[in-house]
């Protein structure tokens, strides 16, 4: 499990698909924890029209035996920037990468996405029931409410 970016000159990969996100070993394995991210600037393209699509995306997980590491994951939320698609297969995607990847304990996102034709559009997914004991903080981002 040797890392491939941290440490390195790494460019913003082209697409999701080519992005490489790396995982080390859980330093606090044997008990469940959570741990936060937080991409309050996440951008994509819409399919349709290719123009910007921004969301603040909150990602939850309990790790298992690995933890990711923060470089490659910054580097693979980046990707999406010219990566066209709609809210909620960014969002489903992202979760489903990562836990079918690192293989935590639990996980979840909330993607709360800008208007896009006048609607904000906020989409949740988790990979099941979250483990006995894990503390859940709310993911406190408010609803999209406009100007007033």
């Not at 490659?72 to 992202?94: M, P, W, Y």
């Not at 979760?95 to 609607?119: D, K, S, T």
Request: with cysteine; net charge negative; proline share 11%.
């Amino acid at each position: 499990m040797t890392p491939t970016h941290l440490g390195q000159t790494s460019a913003l990969p082209a697409s999701p698909e080519e992005a490489i996100l790396d995982y080390v070993p859980n330093p606090r394995t044997g008990r469940p924890y959570l741990v936060r991210f937080t991409a309050p600037e996440f951008t994509s393209l819409c399919p349709v029209t290719a123009q910007p699509d921004f969301a603040h995306l909150v990602i939850d997980y309990a790790p298992g035996a690995t933890i990711v590491e923060s470089k490659s994951l910054k580097l693979f939320l980046g990707s999406f920037r010219n990566h066209q698609a709609f809210h909620e297969d960014c969002t489903v995607g992202i979760g489903e990468r990562l836990f079918a990847e690192m293989q935590p304990l639990w996980l979840r996102i909330g993607g709360y996405w800008y208007p896009r034709g006048g609607i904000p559009i906020d989409v949740f997914w988790q990979s099941g029931e979250p483990p006995q004991g894990l503390w859940l903080p709310s993911q406190d981002v408010p609803g999209y409410r406009g100007r007033g």
